[in-house]
DNA sequence: CCGAATCCGCAGTGATACTG
DNA sequence: CAGTATCACTGCGGATTCGG
């Protein structure tokens, strides 16, 4: 169990001993969102043996990057959290994100997307700069996945489910979610066309998918 | 040869399956200072494989991030470098570096420093609001490492080799380098007792090595 | 059902040797 | 110098099983 070393007093090395095992990091963009129980970890995770999640979380426990929370009675259930310092692991991962999110192409045949990774597709992609005196809340709905969006005061809020407020724009994409979404967010796709083509369909202030474009962008 | 999916439409997944390898991210790290010879990077990255090192290069090749280039004669030689997709990476390696290296504490017996990772260490450290008015040019010298940084116009700049013009001071690290600079950067050590210890020897104006404590800080 | 532990086949890794 | 070749080993993927 103890981690294999890269040998070097640097501090890319340590990090990559910590989060750098296969699909380390894809466990903490989850908890990144919200703590999880293990199956739901299990589930927004496609094809992590069971061994693994299990191996990895008792890592990053020991690591101090994830905390493992016993909820009181009558749950008792067992949720998994991010530490502060799993918390401080946020920009990073998001450039990351960022960075993988302008190679995304097509989708490879049974490919997934889960809540939470678009959660992180929308904050990786939040341009702080050109959300300056806007104040609107979106709810996106894809595949059976929903999620919102607020953005106000320069800042986004994210969260997995509705709105917790009526939102200003619902966008229901079609047939499958994220394609169009990440057409739209790369600018291949105009707003308007995305509408014309039924990928999109909206609920609300028609202008707002402009202003959502503008906002979030590869 | 074929990267493992992750089977998921998310960047950070794509991300991960083109610089999550083992190893793959230590090579962008070295390559981000400068493109570098096969033998360059083996020697960089202790304990690396060397059938590892070719696979991870012609991976990062194929993945379009890293770049084989053939100098013409008299030299024929083979130097890696990266693209400006692999150059990307910058950001998302600088924060990953400087969460890693909020956790380093001692150096693990058998680790060595090089200069890339040192390089990697300022400029992750680096607190770009505190270098207004700021020009300097330090020369760090360590186990025969020799690197330098410049400080001017807020912007840092960094190099491996001595300074290419005079330093204004010169910090030689001792005994064995790092762990002083480390002690210096997280603040557990002022740069008086550092002096007054040992553990540093300045070649210059002595008051520069606390603008040095100021810009670069864990 | 949740939260794993166990087992097995195999691919990726580590160490060393070797080559154009 | 710039890799390939070989081989032992271990972590991963996949499936099943198990206790609370």
């Known amino acids: 169990m103890r981690q294999r070393a890269f040998g070097q007093y640097c ?23 919200r703590p999880r129980r293990y199956t739901d970890l299990h589930e927004g995770l496609p094809g992590i043996p069971t061994n693994v999640l299990s191996t990895r979380l008792k890592e990053l426990e020991r690591a101090g990057v994830v905390e493992r ?21 946020d920009e990073a991962v998001l450039l990351l994100a960022r960075w993988g ?7 490879r045949p049974g490919e997934i997307v889960t809540p939470d990774s678009l959660v992180m597709a929308l904050r990786s992609t939040f341009r ?15 595949d059976g996945v929903v999620l919102y969006a607020r953005v106000a005061n320069g800042e986004l809020h994210t969260g997995v489910g509705p709105a ?7 966008i229901a994409m079609a047939p499958t979610g994220p394609p169009p979404l990440r057409a739209l967010m790369s600018g291949e796709l105009s707003p308007q066309a995305a509408v014309a083509d039924g990928l999109v369909q909206l609920a609300g202030r028609p202008k707002l998918l402009t202003t959502f474009v503008q906002l979030f962008r590869i």
Do not use: H
């Not at 005196?133 to 709905?141: A, M």
């Open 164 to 170: 917790p407020e009526k939102p200003d724009l619902v």
């Open 69 to 89: 929370r016993l909820l009181p009675a009558p749950d008792r259930a067992v949720v998994y959290a991010l530490t502060e310092d799993g918390r401080a692991l």
């Open 128 to 142: 702080r700069e050109a959300a300056a005196g806007v104040s609107v809340t979106w709810e996106l709905r894809a």
């Open 11 to 33: 501090g890319l090395a340590r990090a990559l001993e910590v989060v750098g095992e296969r699909w380390a990091l894809l466990i903490v963009r989850d908890l990144l969102v």
């Open 101 to 107: 999110a302008a190679r995304l192409d097509e989708p």
